[in-house]
């Protein structure tokens, strides 16, 4: 019985500790962040060719096998999805948003180099598991081109970082707009 008990209870502690690593201050922050990264790597692009993949040529001399949009092709998804992380890594948390810094902003002391050090790597580390959860989806958009508006797709959609305002009745019957629960939400 009492092992049963310490068994429960390990297991409730590796529960919390576990969300503990997967929380991130300003949550709806970080992920508008990401998906800014995002925007800018795609009106960054160059354009490019389409791909190539007749390799083979049939009896008659002609190239066998298909050519490929760029702008639809996996390779254009991952090569945007690729350095996404690694661009967040500049992105400070001032308060509850997170920004990149001007170069006038640059941390002289120590101890605000540590911290600045600290938040770029808890930036890239919940960009990776982000992205671990929703890179197919978000693949799949990229390859389809529709992407109108990313940050509504990877922070409201795809991740639900940035819950949507609740809305409540007040006492005179007129709808009040509630903040969510949700981190870093403004």
């Known amino acids: ?36 990264e995002l925007t800018t790597a795609i009106k960054n692009e160059k354009p490019r060719n389409h791909i190539d993949l007749r390799h083979r040529l049939d009896s008659k001399g002609q190239r066998e096998g298909r ?28 308060e509850t948003v997170w920004r990149k810094p001007t170069a006038t902003e640059s941390p002289s002391d120590p101890a605000l180099k540590r911290l600045a050090e600290a938040q770029s790597k808890e930036i890239q580390t919940y960009c990776d598991r982000l992205l671990e959860r929703v890179e197919e989806e978000l693949a799949t958009a ?20 940035c819950r949507p305002r609740k809305k409540r009745e007040t006492a005179r019957g007129t709808p009040e707009v509630q903040p969510s629960d949700t981190k870093g939400e403004l």
């Open 142 to 161: 990229i390859r389809e081109d529709g992407i109108d508006d990313i940050e509504t797709l990877l922070c409201r959609k795809l991740s639900r970082a």
């Open 1 to 36: 019985m009492g092992r049963s008990i310490c068994l429960a209870l390990l297991i409730v502690n590796l529960m919390l500790a576990f969300q503990v690593i997967e929380a991130i201050e300003s949550e709806c922050s970080a992920c508008q962040a990401i998906a800014e």
């Open 67 to 94: 050519v490929i949009d760029y702008r639809v092709s996996e390779l254009r998804a991952f090569e945007l999805l690729e350095g996404l992380c690694k661009a967040t890594k500049a992105y400070r948390l001032n």
